[in-house]
């Protein structure tokens, strides 16, 4: 049974930072590509960031230039370093692990870490 556990969300003040983590458990295609959603009150979920198993990544727009995502393949691990976070980046994070076919399809998923930031 797979199994993905986030970590590292909480409070911060506009401009902070936050490291989430994801460590995944459990016999897990090691090909996978891993990423972030997430999901503000009110708004639906919308992919943050992906990377591939060989460290291709992805961001949407509104994060770029701000937030890192890196794997640790010997640990199946995968974090989103997030720098200059801004009211819009209050959501509850989620943590997720699929193939690439035609465009990011996840499979597994965490069970979500909230991040606010708030002044």
């Known amino acids: 049974q797979v199994q993905l556990v986030e970590s590292g969300g909480g409070l911060v003040q506009p401009g902070g930072s936050l490291r989430l983590s994801c460590a995944a458990s459990?016999?897990?295609?090691?090909?996978?590509?891993m990423g972030w959603y997430r999901q503000a009150p009110g708004k639906q979920r919308e992919l943050v960031a992906t990377?591939?198993?060989?460290?291709?990544?992805n961001y949407r727009d509104s994060v770029k230039g701000r937030f890192t995502i890196s794997r640790d393949n010997a640990k199946n691990t995968v974090y989103l370093q997030m720098n200059s976070l801004n009211f819009e980046d209050t959501a509850v994070y989620y943590c997720?692990?699929?193939?690439?076919?035609?465009?990011?399809?996840?499979?597994?998923w965490g069970q979500g870490t909230q991040v606010t930031v708030s002044a």
């Open positions: 990377i591939t198993s060989g460290g291709i990544t």
């Open positions: 459990g016999i897990i295609n090691r090909i996978y590509a």
């Open positions: 997720n692990a699929g193939p690439i076919i035609a465009v990011y399809t996840p499979v597994y």
